[in-house]
């Protein structure tokens, strides 16, 4: 079956389905993560923000206060 092929199958989908079969989808990628390249320029980055993190220069804060926030912006 072809990728446009399964576009198709997919497009046919319930809802619900979709969503079930995008989580068993993303859920095959993080068990084969190790399979994705990262660029030494991404992983300077990330360390450099988790070293952040761990020194407490980095404001954390909760997914519901950074949805509000966005909203606001877009008002």
């Not at 190790?34 to 980095?58: F, I, M, N, W």
């Amino acid at each position: 079956m072809t990728i446009e092929q399964i576009k198709i199958e997919f497009s046919k989908l319930p809802m619900a389905d979709k969503l079930l079969l995008v989580e068993d989808m993303w859920d095959s990628i993080a068990e084969t993560d190790k399979e994705l390249p990262l660029s030494d320029t991404h992983r300077k980055e990330l360390d450099e923000r988790y070293g952040a993190y761990q020194e407490g220069g980095v404001e954390l804060r909760d997914w519901k206060s950074v949805h509000e926030s966005i909203r606001d912006k877009h008002k």
